[in-house]
């Protein structure tokens, strides 16, 4: 266990509020990572971060921004929440233990309905 | 797409025998890993094999990796239970890992 922590766990919404997801970890890694799984898409990068307010888009960034004020924290916010933002969002750190292997937090189901 | 593909989509095998996983990647790579998931949980990292390793073992686990092909294989043997999950396949790209859509895989009692 990695000491990743995510919060909320489960939040239903409607479409057009905003959401803010938040990671937190306890080891002072320097990477961390947001993605969403949907079916038949598998794990897509949303966005990453690789220091004290140094982040990154992945591959599906539009409709959501990202902070990272210290190191223990990244925040993943939907400034106004759709439907096709449905989904279990997971955030990561780096281990870089020989190979950035990736640590899992347990996830967020985001209904927005 | 930059993911790799994993085949088959789903796998049901009967206790105590073989599971093999297959993954297949577009571009060159330093390593390749594997993770699996249960359901509603995170990812769980397996294994990494580099690129300039063929097979890596880690208990009934054994990876295989053929740069030529760009391909990986996953087996499980004496599969249990608990092996039933979703695995996934993953390539390093700069700070960044690529995700397979994974395999389903189910172990029948």
């Known amino acids: 266990d990695a000491g990743i922590t995510q919060s909320p766990r489960h939040k239903v919404t409607e479409t057009g509020t905003p959401v803010t997801l938040r990671c937190h970890q306890t080891e002072n890694h320097r990477y961390m990572y947001w993605y969403r799984q949907d079916p038949g898409h598998g794990l897509r990068l949303i966005h990453y971060s690789y220091g004290v307010k140094d982040t990154d888009k992945g591959e599906v960034s539009d409709g959501y921004s990202v902070s990272r004020s210290k190191t223990e924290d990244f925040l993943l916010t939907l400034e106004s929440a759709t439907s096709s933002q449905t989904s279990v969002y997971f955030c990561?750190?780096?281990?870089?233990?020989?190979?950035?292997?990736?640590?899992f937090g347990p996830g967020t189901r985001l209904t927005v309905l | 797409s930059q993911q790799g593909e994993e085949d088959p989509q789903a796998l049901s095998i009967q206790e105590g025998e073989n599971a093999t996983m297959n993954c297949s990647y577009k571009?060159?790579?330093?390593?390749l890993q594997w993770y699996r998931q249960n359901s509603g949980r995170g990812l769980v990292h397996l294994i990494l094999?580099?690129?300039?390793?063929r097979e890596k073992h880690s208990g009934r686990l054994r990876v295989t990796l053929d740069t030529s092909k760009k391909s990986s294989s996953l087996l499980i043997t004496a599969s249990r239970a608990a092996d039933t999950a979703s695995y996934f396949c993953?390539?390093?790209?700069?700070?960044?890992?690529?995700f397979g859509k994974g395999t389903r895989l189910h172990i029948l009692p």
């Open positions: 990561a750190i780096n281990r870089l233990a020989g190979g950035y292997e990736q640590f």
């Open positions: 094999i580099r690129s300039n390793e």
């Open positions: 993953a390539q390093n790209r700069d700070d960044k890992i690529i």
């Open positions: 571009t060159s790579i330093n390593n």
